[in-house]
C-alpha cells in the first residue's frame, strides 16, 4: 500500500512541476510530456523501489539509488515550481509579467538545491557537540549512533568510516538509538564493524520502528552480532550511580506512559538516569519519572527541506536539545537517510554528548 501512495504522490508532484516549466517556458511543446514523463518515472520508481529489496547486485544498487534519489529530487523540483507559480501569480496580480527571468531562475534554484542535497547526502556525517549538565551523573562522553538504515542503501565502506570518525572521539559510552540496518546483502559485516567499536563502559541500545518492519528476530539478532547489549522496557547500570533505562519502539510496541513510569521507578534512588527512545514521545512522562537525559531519533530533522514542518505535525520535539522539566531531551538527526539519500538544510550527524565536562 505504502509504494502505491508513494507512486500516486509522486506523479502528481512531478505533474505540478511539469505545469510550472509549461508556464515558465510556453514555446517549448511541454503539454503531453507534463502527462507522460510523470508516469513513465512513477513506473519507473515503483519498479525499481520493489525489485531492489528482494535482488542485490551492482547494478541493482544503481537502480536503488537512482530510484530513491528521484523521489526526493522530484520533491525538491516540486516545492520550488509551487513557489514560482505562487510568485508569479502573485506578480500577475501586480500587472508585472517577468515570466521569462522567472523561468531560468527557477532552473538554476532547482538545480542548486538538487546538487546541495545530493553533496549533503554522499558525505560522511560530522560529528556533533552536544554538552549537558545532569545532576548527579559522573563526568563522560557518550556516542549516539541512530537512524543508519544500513545494507543496500548504504554500503559497508561508509558505515566504517563513519566508525573509525567516531572512534577517535574515544568516547564512553556508545548509545543506539534503532533504526540501524534496513535490509540488503552482508548483514553480518555491518554488525561485525559494530562490533569492532570500542566503548570501555558498554554499548546499549533500543530498537526503531524499522526493526520491527524488517523483521523482530533478524533484528534481535543483529543486536547480539554487534555487542549491543538490548533494552527493551528494561535498565542496566554500567558503572555506579548511573543506569541507562531503554523502552521498545514507543508507537510499534504501543508503549504507554505507564510502562516508561514504572519502568524508570525502578532505578535505585540517586543514580543518574540516561533514557532512551528511538522516538521522541512521553519525554514529559520521562522528566517526571526522573530520567536526568533523554535521547531520540527517528526524525532525521525531516532530511528534506520542508519536511521538518510536516515532522512537528506529528512530534513536538524534532531536532535538537530541548529542557523538558529538569530533563535534557535530546533529538539527533541520524547518521545517513531513510531511502532517498539526499539531506537538504537537514545535515546527518553523529551526536557526542559530553555530560558534566
Known amino acids: 500500500m505504502f509504494f502505491w501512495i508513494m ?39 515503483r519498479f525499481g523501489m520493489t525489485y531492489t529489496r528482494t535482488h542485490f547486485g551492482v547494478w541493482e544498487s544503481v ?23 505562487a510568485l508569479h ?13 522567472l523561468g531560468p531562475a527557477s532552473l538554476v534554484i532547482m538545480v542548486v538545491l538538487c546538487a546541495l542535497a545530493m553533496w549533503n ?33 548504504v554500503s559497508l565502506k561508509r558505515f566504517e568510516r563513519a ?31 559494530l562490533a569492532r567499536f570500542e566503548a570501555p563502559l558498554g554499548k546499549y541500545g533500543v530498537l526503531g520502528n524499522h526493526e520491527y518492519y524488517t523483521g523482530y528476530e533478524n533484528s534481535l539478532r543483529f543486536y547480539r552480532q554487534s555487542g549491543i547489549a538490548l533494552l527493551q522496557n528494561e535498565t542496566a547500570r ?65 532530511q528534506i527541506f520542508p519536511f521538518n514542518f510536516l515532522v512537528k505535525w506529528q512530534y513536538p520535539y524534532v531536532y535538537g536539545l530541548y529542557p523538558v522539566g529538569h530533563m535534557n531531551l535530546y533529538v539527533t538527526s541520524g547518521w545517513f537517510y531513510w ?3 539526499l539531506r537538504l538544510f537537514a545535515p546527518a550527524e553523529m551526536a557526542v554528548i559530553r555530560v558534566n565536562a
Open 339 to 341: 531511502g532517498m539519500p
Open 238 to 302: 554500567p558503572m555506579e550511580n548511573l543506569t541507562i533505562a531503554g523502552v521498545k519502539d514507543v508507537r510499534t510496541a504501543r508503549v504507554k506512559a505507564q510502562d516508561v513510569t514504572q519502568l524508570l521507578a525502578s532505578i535505585p534512588a540517586g543514580d543518574a538516569i540516561f533514557y532512551l527512545s528511538h522516538q521522541p514521545l512521553l519525554a514529559q512522562t520521562a522528566a517526571d519519572a526522573g530520567a536526568g537525559l533523554m535521547l531520540s531519533g527517528h526524525t532525521h530533522n525531516g
Open 163 to 193: 566508525l573509525e570518525k567516531l572512534q577517535k572521539e574515544k568516547p564512553d559510552l556508545l548509545l543506539v538509538l534503532g533504526d540501524v540496518f534496513e535490509y540488503g546483502p552482508g548483514k553480518d559485516s555491518y554488525a561485525q564493524a
Open 121 to 153: 547526502g554522499l558525505k560522511t556525517p560530522a560529528i556533533k557537540y552536544v554538552d549537558v549538565h545532569i545532576d548527579g551523573a559522573p563526568e563522560l562522553k557518550a556516542a549516539v549512533l541512530s537512524d543508519t538504515h544500513l545494507g543496500v542503501g
Open 7 to 45: 507512486t500516486v504522490g509522486l506523479f502528481f508532484i512531478q505533474f505540478t512541476a511539469g505545469v510550472w516549466l509549461h508556464v515558465a517556458f510556453p514555446s517549448v511543446p511541454l503539454k503531453w510530456a507534463a502527462l507522460i514523463i510523470p508516469f513513465l518515472l512513477s513506473v519507473f520508481v
Open 63 to 85: 537502480l536503488y539509488y537512482v530510484a530513491n534519489a528521484w523521489v526526493g529530487l522530484a520533491f525538491i523540483i516540486f516545492c520550488a515550481s509551487l513557489i514560482f507559480l
Open 89 to 101: 501569480g502573485l506578480l500577475l496580480l501586480c500587472r508585472c509579467n517577468i515570466i521569462r527571468f
